[in-house]
């Protein structure tokens, strides 16, 4: 990657069209085609996507242009008396040399010959108009001018690194793995929203997901079974991280039939439940799902927000259960929203939202370990998740 080959691809991009582009540098047609060949070649990317209507640029080549704008400003900076065309070598060999304060020491870093570096050096100096080094018999030393050229080098050689880093990432979302944990009803509500999307984007990237308890799914992540989980946050453990996805707001569910005994208005009425409203139903039977379940955990917390102690009818596993026991007029029930059309539809109950004053929600998180960085493939997994959640 050099110079000039950025220039190139700018060009093209700027005027959408190899021959214009052309025409705007003084340049042959072929001369370019063969540079931007050269450099999609190195890169492993397709910068430009040929079409009948002409060019248009990748989604690899957007990225690729995010840190081939930083760069040529930076090169424009640079001051060449002579026409430059500084390459990524050149530019390996310029630090390397202001790291070992010596071109002999360099060189051997390098593997290269040190007259051949010298030459190297040389001809860099030569285009710049400037000396970058004073030579002495213990290495080299900066000069002034070689001081800030040389800091505008290293600048380059990190654009350069995060520009690859950002493409190699490009090329581990065409054959990957997406491998995490998700508790099975939150895994039927949102995995039919993102999984058709990613598939379709990225055909190539096998994903496994494990159904399971946060107790369970906790343990998995943590010895390396799974890249990450999505779960209700519980209780943080210091060895995880926890990236919030979403905040889930619960809703009392109580039998339709008994909404007029209740003293409720319709459910589109824009009717809250507070605290003092809760408290007032609490002569009502409840139905509940199991204690250590996180809905249950949850529902619980609401109740005690409330100094309510409910007489609970009725207690199960299933939080489908409950829902329609609640509709059948078995007696109320805390349901998150999200999960109110999850199976069924809400046929026989009225939903009443609950007031901020009760904390009535769920966080959904993804959690992994905390030392862990994300692949790549995870990571856009978890950005699509977030966009179909919003």
Known sequence: MDERQLKYAAAIRETGNLRKAALLLDRESSTMARSLKRLEKELGISIFRRGTTGLSITREGETFFLYAENALFVLDSMGWENEGNLTEREIEYLT????????????????ISQPSLSQILAKIENRLGAELFYRNSGGVEETERGRRFLDQAEELADIFRKLRRELEEFQEMKKGLVSFGIPINLGTSLLPKVLPRFASLYPGVEVIFHENNSVELDKMVLNGKTDFNIMHFQEKKENLNYE?????PFCLAVPAAWRIKLGLPKPDSGYEIGGEELKGLESFPFVMVSRGQKLRQTADGILAQANVK?????TTKSMETAKRLCAEGMGLTLLPRSYLNLFSDTKGLCCYPLREELNGSWTIVAVYPREAILPRCSREFLRLLKIEMS
């Open 96 to 111: 390397e040399i202001r790291r070992q304060k010596g071109i002999a020491r360099a060189s051997k870093i390098l593997y």
């Open 244 to 248: 919030k996805l979403e905040v889930d």
């Open 310 to 314: 409910p007489e609970i009818c009725c």
